[in-house]
């Protein structure tokens, strides 16, 4: 089940166990209080559990509601047998939801998986995104234009949890006005996924110093040029497979891309030609082993890959 089913499943078609998984902390969040909604006298109905084993989970579960229509217990770090569980979700108190939150999905889910609601937490597309975006600067009365969306979603990489902070960062500063593109980039800082995107114009523009600059910031705050790296190499190989494939929807979905950073690297490859794009991707393997062997150091690396880059441009 998607995020965006699970209020009319709640309401209309209401199951003894949800599973909430992915990679988003902000939907996790919005998920559950979709499901705790239900409750009454919170303080009394909302049950929450840390690494709790099946036999707690159903203790917690058959205790009937306190003035309330719906018990809800919360189960985080559940990673003990489900057998018990599964048991009892083969016949489930009618007045007890249970919620077990689960990230990376356990190993020992597999037990009840035919027998709760796996909900997907994962990071939501970009319309439902956008959509947010404008539903909360209506409220807050600013106007939000659509690149600037756009543009805000592509820096904080679709992470819901990041979108709500610096939204609120937006509307705060722009008071009633129109938050713009130049707003977003004046106050956002890209995450470093994005930063590859500033890394390739700069590249196709033959700016080496620029570029440099650019790789010299992205490791300062990644953990390291492994990581970086890897990075770079995964857009130039993408920027090649879109180079060679012609069909926009068979590329967004071998690639997992929204429309947004699809056009962008779009436009980026029409900067390279097709060998050209081949010959850095290769360029990037040799300074990644390189650097992995040891041969050169992480500054070396960067100046040889960024000179050899800018200065051969598309030959």
Known sequence: MKFIELPRSVKQDRKACYVLSGDDPFIIDAAIKTICSLVELPEMNIIKLDAPSADEIVAAAVVFPLMSPVRVVICENFVKSADELKRYLGSPSPDSVIVIVSPSLTSNLGAIKDRAEVVDCSKQDEGMITSYIARKCNEAGV????????????????????????LSKLIAFKAGGTIESADVERLVTPELEYRVFDLCDCLAAKNGERALAIMDDMMSGSGGASSVFGLIYSHFRKLLYIAITPDEETVKSCLNISDYPYKKMKSQAKSFSVKRLKSICDELHKVDFDYKSGLIGDKLAMINFASNVAIKGDR
């Open 143 to 166: 106007k939000v234009t659509a690149p600037a969306a756009k543009l805000l979603i592509a820096y904080c990489g679709r992470s819901m949890t990041r979108i709500s902070v610096e």
